[in-house]
């Protein structure tokens, strides 16, 4: 039979390894401030360890966040008791009972956030998360990453880190909302998978990259490659490489005093006519009419 211990103050200390949590301001009074982090950290529960928990039943005076990392956990949501896996997000609001405990049968690893505000309704609203207590994020999302920048802020009260926090916070809504969109959860993981292309795309637009060397960058072939380039950018490689390029031609003949020819060698064009006539191909202009139009 498990075994389980009850904390009515809801401390995470007996048969749990703390990877990381830190507390800033007192959580019992909402805060004035428009954002403010009380707590955050991450819990791993040790594998057939003794069962802890949580129980506060009138809640707390601050928001809570739980990301469910690694594992389930056994949660009881208005009234009914539901087992929540890998990939589960769970919002408590202040006031909101709160019952929970993680299954010790495997390894079970959550990150969490306590935090108040002015601007915290509004923001959850904005970013899909009032509705409901419990989510289910569709793709890859950033929180473990950053609730370790929160952590290490309140931990060592860095120059301005109540506004870093602030920031950090800010970031977490907006990386849950594109988890919680299937269709941006799907767009977020096809950038991803290009990464390598487009960085080296966008770090040396001076040079033209074979699709071989593109896709191999990628792991995939040259056709499957060119689809999804194409499905995420919306224009073959090679087009986007030049539409690159010309934007960059756009900045460097307004940003420096360069003649259309310097223009064109630093963006790797030996051919200065060539680089001209694709120029006016994709601005309607010629580099020197878009020059002089701009001044």
């Known amino acids: 039979m498990a075994t389980y211990k009850i904390f009515h103050d809801g401390i995470h200390t007996i048969n ?31 594998l057939n360890s ?11 005076a601050d928001y809570q966040l739980i990301y469910i990392h690694e594992g389930k956990g056994d949660f009881l949501i208005n009234g009914s008791n539901r087992t929540l896996e890998k990939g589960s997000l769970i919002l408590f609001k202040p006031g909101d009972p709160q019952h929970y405990s993680y299954d010790t049968t495997v390894r079970a690893q959550a990150y969490w956030i306590h935090f108040s505000g002015t601007e915290v309704e509004t923001l959850l609203r904005q970013n899909n998360l009032w509705d409901n207590t419990v989510y289910t994020l569709n793709g890859k999302t950033a929180f473990p990453e950053i609730i370790t920048k929160i952590t ?12 870093m926090c602030h920031a950090y916070f800010l970031e977490l809504l907006c990386s849950l909302t594109r988890a919680l969109d ?17 960085d080296l795309i966008h770090n040396n637009f001076q040079n033209d990259y074979d699709i071989n060397y593109l896709a191999g960058l990628c792991d995939m072939s040259n056709s499957h490659f060119i689809r999804k380039f194409k499905s995420f950018t919306g224009y073959p490689p090679h087009r986007y490489m030049t539409m690159v390029r010309i934007a960059h031609a756009k900045e460097m003949l307004l940003s420096y005093d360069s003649s259309v020819s310097e223009v064109a060698n630093k963006l790797g064009y030996d051919n200065p006519l060539y680089f001209g006539r694709l120029f006016k191909k994709y601005t309607g202009k010629s580099p020197s009419e878009f020059k002089k139009r701009m001044y």
Do not use: W
């Open 16 to 46: 749990i390894t703390n990877i990381q949590s830190a507390t800033s301001y007192d959580s019992n009074q909402p805060s004035a401030l428009p954002v403010c982090i009380n707590s955050c950290g991450c819990n791993y529960y040790k």
């Open 182 to 198: 299937s269709q941006q959860a799907f767009m977020a993981a096809e950038q991803e998978s290009l990464v390598p292309a487009l």
């Open 50 to 60: 003794e069962r802890t928990t949580i129980y506060r039943p009138d809640g707390r």
């Open 152 to 163: 290490r802020e309140l931990q060592f009260h860095t120059y301005q880190y109540p506004l």
